[in-house]
């Protein structure tokens, strides 16, 4: 079994066992620990500190579970050899585990918002961004066996099944905003029409986006939108298109970064596998929000 004071002898180690480093896996301790006979309680109907002895005996091996499985997202028979139990015990673990994480995380303020209703409530939650970075991401997932899951699911982005999310980011590199978890053929710019994302914008945010989202500068001229200038076929970008081009990928690369820092968890980067319904958007979820502490604590 990992011996979790072992590990925190090494900032390095932490973090790639947790993602975490051991200033930031302290201070989310305590409060892991109070959500979790939380969960625990909703899910067992007893004390958490009745019934069978757990396994993990301490709240600092319950949260380095957790943190562990996110990180590396190993099977759960792996894991089950690693701390010594059954594979079932780890699949149990980790549902009531990762909801107790994303309690915390929302008590500590981190977690993005999943929607916004008007431009007023967008002022209201961030007063102070005058810039936001709009993308979609893609995490894969196993092939799904239903032919009609397998077209929903397949994306000719990327040319395997995926599962996409939209993602509004600051300069900061702070996730703000994650919509929910849709199928890997919806198009970027469909999801976010069909999100409203634009109807919530302020006119003075400088919204910057990549190229596949080509048409919402003519659908939303209100908007300050920038964007790279698209090829034209047949033809060639001047000299001055091609520099602000440069300009533009520049200032970009803070949300791709964002982006990174939450795949950093090898169950959003690597191909998906659990089957719970709703649980491939409560881990992205979790992971955007330990993005979003890690910046906070850092």
Partial sequence: MFNVKRAMKSNRRMRALTGLNIKEFKKLVAKFGKYLEIVFL??????????????LKTVEEKL????????????????????????SSCCRWTHWFIEALEKTLKKELVLPKRKISSIEEFIELFPAIKKIFIDGTERPIRRPKDSEKQKDNYSGKKKRHTKKNIIISDDKKKILVLTPTKEGKVHDKKNVDDEKIPDIIPEDVISYLDNGFQGIQKDYPNLKIIMPKRKPRGGELSSDEKENNRKISAARVINENAIAGIKRLRIVSDVYRNIRDGFEDKVMLVAC????YHLKVA
Wanted: charged share 20%; net charge positive; with cysteine.
């Fill in 64 to 87: 380095f579970y957790i943190l562990l499985y996110v990180k590396c997202y190993p099977t759960f028979d792996l894991a089950a050899f690693m701390f010594g139990v059954d594979a």
């Fill in 289 to 292: 929000g330990l993005w979003n």
């Fill in 42 to 55: 909703e899910k067992r109907k007893i004390n958490i500190h009745l019934g069978r002895p757990f396994t």
